[in-house]
């Protein structure tokens, strides 16, 4: 049990290096900023980070996109591999977690992105994090209020496992590591923990 623990660990570890962490940092969120009047999902990209848009499905590994007819977490409208909209941080407002790339020029960073909303087409960057590249085996899933989950790593080993109050975003690499993303009503942050199997 102790090498499969530290084989995750050091799965997480690789995924954040992988992901190459930027500011704001995990669960910070930025100044909430004013988009435009009930805003699609493209605009709303496209006013936070001009010049990227989303990840189109057919850029993802055949595996992945063939999720969208067999996994029921992609049975609403409001879900896909690269885009999640959700009510993560239970303020009645809905959320987006995305994954973007660049849409002109010669490189292609992706990225993935969680903005909160505030209301009135209001929103503020909790989570960014820089690919560097466009990763054809990262997408993105879904988990309903009421999941089991893990206990954080810095909450203890005997700590109690946590059931979500709101919705969470999972970041998974096909065939390999999944993340959970939720928020943590007492941090006021996002808080990842290993995403169940």
Excluded: C
């Excluded at 496209?46 to 007819?69: N, R």
């Amino acid at each position: 049990m102790r090498g499969w623990t530290g084989m995750r660990l050091a799965a997480s570890a690789a995924l954040a290096a992988f992901m190459g962490l930027h500011a704001p940092a995990w669960g910070q969120e930025t100044p909430v900023q004013q988009a435009p009047a009930g805003p699609a999902v493209d605009a709303v990209i496209s006013h936070f980070l001009p010049g990227y848009g989303p990840v189109p499905l057919g850029d993802l590994a055949p595996e992945i996109g063939a999720l969208t007819v067999s996994d029921p977490a992609y049975d609403s409208a409001d879900r896909s591999p690269t885009s999640v909209r959700a009510d993560f941080d239970g303020n009645g407002f809905p959320d987006y977690a995305l994954l973007i790339r660049q849409v002109a020029g010669p490189e292609a960073d992706e990225i993935f992105v969680i903005l909160m909303g505030h209301g009135q087409g209001r929103y503020a960057k909790a989570i960014e994090s820089f690919f560097g590249g466009v990763a054809r085996d990262i997408y993105l899933g879904y988990l309903p209020a009421g999941a089991v989950l893990s206990a954080p790593v810095e909450a203890g080993g005997n700590a109690p496992a946590l059931t979500l109050e709101h919705p969470a975003v999972t970041l998974n690499v096909f065939g390999q590591l999944s993340d959970a993303f939720y928020w943590d009503k007492l941090s006021g942050r996002f808080v990842n923990v290993p995403a169940p199997q």
